[in-house]
């Protein structure tokens, strides 16, 4: 229960989270972003319905997250992946996430959005 209270608990400054739903109405992908203390940074993340990755779904999420991000000011997203995920780095280079590092065995990425 608290995982799920923690999902919904935005407060559209810090933390916000975007369901996809498709024609149905049903769920197919949550975006959300939880920003730094200081608002420097915000750290992205996205879950996709196993039948709708790779069609567009994630990557309409994260770009739907720019805009709220940037009428606050936060200046930068970050993103932590497995290393060996290549089809969400893909979408994140495709989307303009560069600054590659590796910290704790997670590949991180970053995208200005001033």
């Given at each position: 229960m608290l995982f799920r209270s923690y999902l919904v608990d935005v407060d559209y400054r810090q933390r916000l989270a975007l369901i996809g739903l498709d024609a149905e109405g049903d769920s197919i992908g949550l975006?959300?972003?939880e920003g730094a203390t200081d608002l420097l940074s915000a750290e992205i993340a996205i879950v996709v319905a196993p039948e709708r990755r790779r069609i567009g779904v994630g990557g309409h999420l994260i770009v739907a997250l720019e805009p709220p991000a940037k009428s606050i000011g936060i200046?930068?997203?970050v993103a932590g992946y497995q290393p060996d995920n290549r089809p969400i780095a893909d979408l994140l280079s495709e989307l303009g996430y560069g600054d590659r590092w590796l910290e704790?065995?997670?590949?991180?990425?970053?995208k200005s959005l001033l």
């Amino acid at each position: 229960m608290l995982f799920r209270s923690y999902l919904v608990d935005v407060d559209y400054r810090q933390r916000l989270a975007l369901i996809g739903l498709d024609a149905e109405g049903d769920s197919i992908g949550l975006a959300r972003y939880e920003g730094a203390t200081d608002l420097l940074s915000a750290e992205i993340a996205i879950v996709v319905a196993p039948e709708r990755r790779r069609i567009g779904v994630g990557g309409h999420l994260i770009v739907a997250l720019e805009p709220p991000a940037k009428s606050i000011g936060i200046p930068r997203f970050v993103a932590g992946y497995q290393p060996d995920n290549r089809p969400i780095a893909d979408l994140l280079s495709e989307l303009g996430y560069g600054d590659r590092w590796l910290e704790d065995g997670l590949m991180w990425v970053a995208k200005s959005l001033l």
